[in-house]
Nanobody, 114 residues
Framework: QVQLVESGGGLVQAGGSLRLSCAASGSIFRIAIMDWYRQAPGKQRELVARITSGGSTNYADSVKGRFTASRDNAKNTVYLQMNSLKPEDTAVYYC????????WGQGTQVTVSS
């Protein structure tokens, strides 16, 4: 069983920054590919960033150059540093891992005001 707990969301003005954290339980963390997704009201959930066990990353075009994913395997935690935030980044952000099944965190709200 895997549990994911996100934190770090909040309200920020456009141009500001936030850092999200996702703490994972379970021994799979160190070998797992971890994802950050987001879902805005009325829109489908979309993949924002992916980080492999070795630290390689991929990003959605909409966040490239602004968001940075990282991980601390010793703490079983992944992070999403979000800079130069825009109102269109407003969404609930979810941590995700696939380990024989999909696991999702509870989500954390990010609101960017213009």
């Amino acid at each position: 069983q895997v549990q994911l707990v996100e934190s770090g969301g909040g309200l920020v003005q456009a141009g500001g920054s936030l850092r999200l954290s996702c703490a994972a339980s379970g021994s799979i963390f160190r070998i797992a590919i971890m994802d950050w997704y987001r879902q805005a009201p009325g829109k489908q959930r979309e993949l924002v960033a992916r980080i492999t066990s070795g630290g390689s990353t991929n990003y959605a075009d909409s966040v490239k150059g602004r968001f940075t994913a990282s991980r601390d395997n010793a703490k079983n935690t992944v992070y999403l540093q979000m800079n130069s935030l825009k109102p269109e980044d407003t969404a609930v952000y979810y941590c995700h891992v696939f380990a024989n099944q999909h696991y999702w965190g509870q989500g954390t709200q990010v609101t960017v005001s213009s």
